[in-house]
């Protein structure tokens, strides 16, 4: 009688774990549906909360149900880009090992995830290794590898890749404004600031009726690095706080990490003495996010504040830690910048 009414026990707790399953994709799928859209916010918020029940039904559908747990995470996968979510590679990449044959399409999804996700967090090999394995040629596949090379430090190769998306993309969808937003920061980091606004404004025509919040963030934080490019660093600040300001309101804390790493710059530049402590907040919360590239950039650049201040030893030990970074991820974006600083800085007596 014992072992009977443990086994039915382990039959209701199976049932109980493929029910949470069978719910966690339908929320999942509900999510992938909204945070493009003007249900972002709630959306991101939900899914933060949800987090320990969705862990758990990854891992219970890891052993019962493969691909609808790879579904899972493919259809929280941008959700979690919104977050910042330090896990989603490993998530991503768990669920993916485990499904045995899964349909391409869901596959390829997956592994585009993946490396942007890897790409977001610094680790270039592994979102190398992902993009390379997805197949190549489409939409996503071409935006996807814009953005990986961007951060890989060749910029007009991104563009290369994210005009092919452009283009291939449908009218007035959210691939084809993602594009022009991608597209808008690697043509401003190769100095073609005229092109860089037009694409953002392009991108900006398509995201905004779409009600992507993060999107427009995201173009707000174009236009202030065109502004700055151009000496107009009160333009950039502005530009810069009103994206930070609707990261903050969105609840993605990365994405504000990293305006308030530009705003940071901007004041910088304007000779602004709040420099400094904006660039300490961007470190601390990019600590606090456990995004190590975010963490690096923000050093960086409260390095050349220290500088900026004659404060050298502060410079060397941001320097250092983000140096060493670059040299673990496989270089990339901001890499030789932050050789260049640390070189130059007199030697220590």
């Not at 290794?129 to 007009?156: C, I, K, M, N």
């Not at 904006?278 to 650049?301: I, K, N, P, Q, T």
Request: with cysteine.
């Amino acid at each position: 009688m014992f072992a009977a009414g443990r086994a039915a026990a382990a039959d209701e707790h199976v049932t109980a774990a493929d029910a949470l399953v069978g719910w966690v994709a339908g929320f999942a799928a509900d999510a992938a549906a909204r945070v493009r859209g003007p249900g972002q916010a709630g959306c991101v918020a939900a899914v933060a909360t949800e987090r320990a029940t969705i862990d758990a039904a990854l891992a219970h559908a890891r052993n019962r149900d493969q691909e609808k747990g790879l579904r899972i995470a493919a259809d929280l996968g941008w959700t979690w880009v919104l977050l910042d979510d330090t896990a989603a590679a490993g998530r991503l990449r768990a669920a993916r090992e485990a499904a045995p044959d899964p349909p391409t399409e869901l596959r390829d999804h997956a592994l585009l995830l993946e490396a942007w996700h890897e790409a977001m967090s610094g680790d270039l090999h592994a979102a190398r290794s992902a993009l390379d394995a997805a197949t190549p040629g489409t939409v996503d596949a071409d935006r996807v590898a814009g953005f990986v090379l961007f951060q890989e430090g060749d910029p007009a190769a991104s563009v290369d890749a994210l005009r092919r998306s452009r283009s291939a993309a449908a009218p007035g969808t959210w691939d084809k404004g993602a594009a022009a937003l991608l597209e808008a920061f690697s043509l401003a980091a190769l100095g073609e600031l005229a092109a860089a606004r037009t694409a953002c404004e392009d991108a900006i025509r398509i995201v905004a009726p779409l009600g992507d919040a993060w999107g427009l963030a995201h173009a707000e934080a174009a236009l202030g690095r065109i502004a700055q490019a151009e000496g107009r660093f009160a333009d950039a600040a502005a530009h810069h706080g009103r994206a930070a300001e609707s990261a903050d309101r969105l609840g993605a804390a990365g994405a504000a990490a990293l305006h308030h790493v530009h705003l940071g710059r901007a004041l910088l530049d304007a000779g602004d003495p709040a420099a400094a402590a904006m660039l300490r907040r961007a470190v601390d919360e990019a600590e606090r996010a456990g995004d190590l590239r975010l963490l690096a950039v923000a050093r960086v650049a409260l390095a050349e504040a220290s500088i900026a201040a004659g404060d050298h030893d502060t410079a060397r030990d941001l320097l250092t830690s983000a140096a060493q970074f670059y040299v673990d991820a496989g270089a990339g974006d901001g890499a030789d910048h932050a050789a260049s600083l640390l070189a130059s800085l007199p030697a220590t007596t």
